[in-house]
């Protein structure tokens, strides 16, 4: 079989194709929803005897006794159990001891999976009921890849929702911990294991470490100086978001662009919104505006990026994501991928190979293996057959219940015998 032949066959799923399956299919996991209200103090009111125990042996549950009805014989009393709140809350700081910016994005990972359940307020508290699922916005770039894509809001979205409003299973906190999330900064890990209702809420400090060789922001430095006005409506539009109002919630951040255009991070809160509404044109006029505003904020970028490529509109979408990754090359995995696909459907094989082991390497997880298959059709256009197929191979591997199994089965057997016969015929 010729190399033509083989390229067809393994060019009959475009990176377009790639591209657009893992948007679509992913369930939740990364960085979504799952707590509730960020804000305030350190306290949140305590876990207190919730409707009373009285005389019960579970700490964990409130009992209420039934009254016997008229002329039915006495029995012994029947109770039902309700599992009584999770509340936590603490603080973050950073390991210089500089001022710890507003609305860092708290997250707690279950087994290794991120979902964010809070803000900090604007000294670095932070405070939640476990469990109880909010509407916190997400980026673009915070992909949920267990299922081989990234989601619709991550890493970092969540659920079906773009506000990511699904609450967890249950007040376990087995195999979960806590941490900060800020690009540019590695995070401490808060254990959670075996924390119960009746302990105290406050877990502590959170301590953020600056990495190196990240020169965007997680957060415009053009919010230090907004006005007092312009900070209290965008605070209130993120308590908003938190209680999946996310129509009141643009009316705030609008209040806060008016009393101060240049409000970076409420621009772009605007923009998420809109993407959420699929108002496309309006959400691209917001992110635009947050990158007038601040041209090093990461976000704007990585969201117009993002955008142009769910389009296939390639040419458009590069500058943003090479932009963007040359801001933070570490945090933003997804975009890493975005740019691989970008750069596949350009013809770009060189850069969309880094690109896509870029994407690899910071998914030590594998929770995108359409990373791997990606990798494959590149190295593939490179004529490099034995190591695409070993690609594809990987991505079976970490993705064994992929829709596309067959096709790709196929394509490593096109490609082992093409290899197979070009070694006979040399040997020959």
């Not at 699922?133 to 890849?145: C, E, K, P, R």
């Not at 006005?227 to 705030?252: F, H, S, T, V």
């Not at 690609?391 to 290899?419: C, H, M, R, W």
Request: with cysteine; charged share 20%; aromatic share 8%.
């Amino acid at each position: 079989m010729n190399r033509v032949l083989i390229l067809t066959v393994i060019a009959s799923m475009s990176a377009s194709f790639v591209f657009a399956q893992a948007q679509g299919g992913a369930p939740a996991g990364g960085a979504a929803g799952g707590g509730a209200p960020a804000g305030g103090g350190a306290t949140t009111g305590g876990a207190g005897n919730v409707g009373g125990n009285p005389g019960g042996n579970n700490p964990g549950s409130s009992r209420f006794p039934t009254t016997p009805q008229p002329g039915t014989q006495q029995q012994q009393p029947q109770t039902l159990d309700f599992p009584r709140p999770i509340f936590i809350s603490g603080k973050v700081m950073m390991d210089d001891g500089t001022p710890v910016p507003s609305n860092v994005v708290i997250q707690r990972l279950c087994n290794g999976s991120p979902r964010n359940v809070a803000y900090t307020d604007s000294k670095g508290h932070f405070s939640f009921q476990w469990g109880q699922s909010n509407g916190m916005m997400l980026d673009a770039s915070q992909g949920s890849f267990d299922s081989g894509g990234f989601g619709a809001g991550n890493s970092r979205m969540g659920g079906n929702s773009p506000f990511g409003n699904r609450s967890d299973s249950g007040p376990s906190m087995s195999g979960c911990e806590l941490r900060a999330d800020l690009a540019g900064y590695r995070s401490d890990l808060i254990n959670l294991f075996n924390r119960q209702a009746m302990d105290n809420p406050d877990i502590g400090t959170i301590v953020l470490h600056r990495m190196g060789n990240v020169e965007g922001t997680s957060i415009s430095a053009t919010s230090m100086m907004a006005p007092k006005d312009a900070k209290k409506a965008y605070q209130k539009g993120l308590e908003l978001m938190l209680k999946n109002k996310p129509e009141d919630a643009a009316k705030e951040f609008e209040k806060a662009v008016t009393a101060y255009p240049k409000y970076a991070d409420a621009w772009v809160s605007i923009g998420k919104i809109r993407v959420a509404q699929k108002n496309v044109p309006g959400a691209k006029e917001a992110f635009l505006k947050a990158l007038e505003a601040d041209g090093k904020l990461v976000a704007p970028h990585v969201e117009l990026g993002m955008m142009a490529a769910r389009e296939n509109k390639w040419e458009e979408a590069q500058p943003y994501l090479d932009r963007a990754l040359k801001l933070d090359p570490i945090d933003f995995p997804a975009a890493w991928y975005a740019s691989a696909a970008a750069n596949y459907n350009l013809k770009k094989w060189d850069a969309a190979e880094k690109s896509a082991r870029e994407a690899i390497k910071l998914d030590p997880k594998h929770s995108n293996p359409r990373s791997e298959y990606l990798l494959g059709l590149i190295l593939a256009e490179k004529h490099e057959y034995p190591a695409a197929a070993e690609q594809f191979k990987s991505y079976l591997k970490f993705s064994p219940n992929a829709p596309d199994t067959d096709a790709v089965k196929d394509q490593i057997g096109q490609i082992e015998k093409f290899v197979n016969s070009a070694v006979e015929a040399k040997q020959q």
